[in-house]
């Protein structure tokens, strides 16, 4: 079975330029979440879908962060514009429902400079 | 204010020598302890999920095991490969499948 997959995995950009993350959940997996995870930190949540439907975006920074799912599989995440401080591992993860286990893809580390 | 709290930050073992990984938790009303292990530049990896106090798991040479307040990971004569950061994390009761991460354990274990 396949995994989260993600793309881009690395991605270096000039503050103030946009930048977007793709996610491909686990089939059939209907909760999406990103997280954000600084060096030496543990994940942080940023949004998590029910379908197509962002059932949590209260950590969400929404004037510069944006994520939609469109027909409830794939994901993007988009950053515009970019600050030095969002450099970090956007990670994206999927799960059968809330409160079973959560998968994660390899992440996308982003350098702002 | 949930918060899940995780020591040693780092763990220096030789191979063959036991030890346990803590994780303290304060949690509005427990809906799952989760353990996952992360090595460098991937994402973190599902080892367990521990739902009520006493209940213990077990995976080759690690062992997750939950009381009310915290959660202990003992990794049995571990291996060179077993060296990872160890990440434990905590779901409150309720609807939000929001999962509040410990910093993590970085295990290095020798040869």
């Known amino acids: 079975e396949a995994g989260v997959v993600q793309s881009p995995r690395y991605k270096i950009i000039e503050k103030k330029q946009p930048v977007a993350f793709w996610c491909n959940p686990i089939s059939g997996h209907n909760t999406l979440y990103w997280y954000l995870q600084n060096l030496g930190q543990g994940p942080e949540l940023l949004i998590r879908y029910e379908n197509e439907e962002a059932v949590d975006d209260s950590q969400l920074p929404k004037d510069r962060f944006s994520a939609e799912r469109l027909k409830g599989v794939d994901s993007t995440l988009k950053i515009q514009p970019a600050e030095l401080g969002d450099s970090a591992v956007y990670l994206c993860?999927?799960?059968?429902?809330?409160?079973?286990?959560?998968?994660f893809g390899p992440g996308t580390r982003l350098t702002v400079t | 204010e949930d918060q899940v709290t995780q020591s040693p930050e780092a763990l220096r073992l030789q191979e063959g020598e036991s030890s346990s990984l803590n994780c303290s938790y304060t949690?509005?009303?427990?809906?799952?302890l989760f353990w996952y292990r992360q090595d460098p530049g991937k994402g973190p990896e599902f080892l367990f999920t521990?739902?009520?106090a006493g209940e213990e798991k077990e995976k080759e040479r690690l062992k997750a095991t939950l009381t009310k307040k915290e959660s202990f990971l003992h990794i049995t004569a571990p291996k060179p490969e077993d060296s990872a950061t160890y990440l434990c994390a905590v779901q409150a009761g309720g609807n939000t499948g929001k999962l509040i991460f410990g910093q993590g354990t970085t295990l290095q274990v020798k040869p």
């Open positions: 521990l739902y009520s």
């Open positions: 949690v509005s009303g427990l809906r799952g």
């Open positions: 993860a999927s799960s059968l429902g809330v409160g079973n286990e959560q998968y």
